[in-house]
Nanobody
Framework: QVRLVESGGGSVQAGGSLRLSCAVS????????MGWFRQAPGKEREGVAR???????SYADSVKGRFTISKDNAKNTLSLQMNSLKPEDTAMYYC??????????????WGQGTQVTVSS
């Protein structure tokens, strides 16, 4: 069974950096698309960044220039490098994946999440 496990969350001061990782297991096939999402208490879940099978990526306007999504195909791992963190980046961060060809909009597999807390 496919499983996604996030790691790398923690507490950091504003302006600092964190690198999140998401390990994919349970399959020998790489996802068509993967993404990072976040949800703060009382807020709706929002997409942060996505990357498809070819390596093409996209970002939410709020994180452009600060976050970088990447994947390590050899390790079957997704990463999110977060720089210049702001208090408003505080949220539970989730990785997600889809093996459905042609879409980066719907994700059928989700990790449990890792907490990111940014203090001012």
């Amino acid at each position: 069974q496919v499983r996604l496990v996030e790691s790398g969350g923690g507490s950091v001061q504003a302006g600092g950096s964190l690198r999140l990782s998401c390990a994919v297991s349970g399959t020998s096939y790489r996802p068509y698309c993967m993404g990072w999402f976040r949800q703060a208490p009382g807020k709706e879940r929002e997409g942060v960044a996505r990357i498809d099978r070819s390596g093409s990526s996209s970002y939410a306007d709020s994180v452009k220039g600060r976050f970088t999504i990447s994947k390590d195909n050899a390790k079957n791992t997704l990463s999110l490098q977060m720089n210049s963190l702001k208090p408003e980046d505080t949220a539970m961060y989730y990785c997600a994946a889809t093996w459905r060809v042609g879409t980066c909009r719907e994700f059928e597999y989700w990790g449990q999440g890792t907490q990111v807390t940014v203090s001012s």
